[in-house]
T-cell receptor, first 109, second 110 residues
Framework: RKEVEQDPGPFNVPEGATVAFNCTYSNSASQSFFWYRQDCRKEPKLLMSVYSSGNEDGRFTAQLNRASQYISLLIRDSKLSDSATYLCVVRSYGQNFVFGPGTRLSVLP | NAGVTQTPKFQVLKTGQSMTLQCAQDMNHEYMSWYRQDPGMGLRLIHYSVGAGITDQGEVPNGYNVSRSTTEDFPLRLLSAAPSQTSVYFC?????????FGQGTRLTVV
């Protein structure tokens, strides 16, 4: 079993749609959680950190359930510019980052 | 703000050649790492360092060497390039939280 698993995708959604990505992790010692965005042929960039109480940044909402070892990302009112691959990332304290395989999103006009 | 700088951006090597991918960061981060990204495989850790003079192997270290003589620099050496090392390579650095990535090196071994 992979340490971090994500929805396989791709997700093709119309502009304005709401889309949710799911992620599970196997290491219960994981302490830090992130969503990264990666555009085609570019480096990954931090979209948002994920906190236990859940957090929101504009149209983006991230949730963490430590008991279920589950992380989610919700994108509301999708824009064409949201088209990218979304990477779920976990890290144990002071340890290496573990990346999920990514879920590709295409927002269609 | 330079952040994490990788050079070169593109490289073509012949099988058996050696080369060094450069990575430098100006954020005084202790943690630095190298990943390779292949289609359908996601990012895989090659080597990492938690500070100057300290390096360790990641998930896929074979065929690569690293050193960390300063906090700023973390070069990745390909000892004898093979076609299986054709990939996109990313360097990243971190302090306590998120990782910051360089722009990547697209390497083709023919």
């Amino acid at each position: 079993r992979k340490e971090v698993e994500q929805d396989p995708g791709p997700f093709n959604v119309p502009e304005g749609a709401t889309v949710a990505f799911n992620c599970t992790y196997s290491n219960s010692a994981s302490q830090s959680f992130f969503w990264y965005r990666q555009d085609c042929r570019k480096e990954p960039k931090l979209l948002m950190s994920v906190y236990s109480s859940g957090n929101e940044d504009g149209r983006f909402t991230a949730q963490l359930n430590r008991a279920s070892q589950y992380i989610s990302l919700l994108i509301r009112d999708s824009k064409l510019s949201d088209s990218a691959t979304y990477l779920c990332v976990v890290r144990s304290y002071g340890q290496n980052f573990v990346f999920g395989p990514g879920t590709r999103l295409s927002v269609l006009p | 703000n330079a952040g994490v700088t990788q050079t070169p951006k593109f490289q073509v090597l012949k099988t058996g050649q050696s080369m060094t991918l450069q990575c430098a960061q100006d954020m005084n981060h202790e943690y630095m790492s190298w990943y390779r990204q292949d289609p359908g495989m996601g990012l895989r850790l090659i080597h990492y360092s938690v500070g100057a003079g300290i390096t360790d192997q990641g998930e896929v270290p074979n065929g690569y060497n690293v050193s960390r003589s300063t906090t700023e620099d973390f070069p990745l050496r390909l000892l004898s390039a093979a076609p299986s090392q054709t990939s996109v390579y990313f360097c990243a650095s971190s302090y306590k939280a998120e990782a910051f990535f360089g722009q990547g090196t697209r390497l083709t071994v023919v």
